[in-house]
């Protein structure tokens, strides 16, 4: 009786990883045709290129020069900001109401 028991978790193990596997192939077909169709790149690339990118700025000792704002890096290197940088919370500017909202290159 062991034995059938066995048998049966590992099919139906085998059912669901089958299961997986085609809701992941779905996923990846319908993820590329909408971004053939509307050119918007699906989440998951999006998230990998950020991994990607932001695990090559470690490599290079990025995080340790951002964290140490004013310090130079211990390879001679300049930090990336100075002692005398200021943060501006706001900047004041005027509000024209009849101002054209959209850039002049997407202006119907």
Known sequence: MNWIVRIFMGL???LIL???L???LCYIVYATVRWLLTGRKPQVVM???QFNAMRQNFRQGGFRA????G???PRGHA???ARDDQVV???VREVVEDAPRLPADRRP
Do not use: C, I, M, N
């Open 12 to 14: 139906l193990g085998l």
């Open 18 to 20: 089958a299961a997986l």
């Open 22 to 24: 085609f809701g992941l």
């Open 47 to 49: 998230v990998w290129q």
């Open 66 to 69: 951002s964290t140490r704002q």
């Open 71 to 73: 310090f130079e890096h």
């Open 79 to 81: 930090a990336p900001f």
């Open 89 to 91: 919370d706001v900047e």
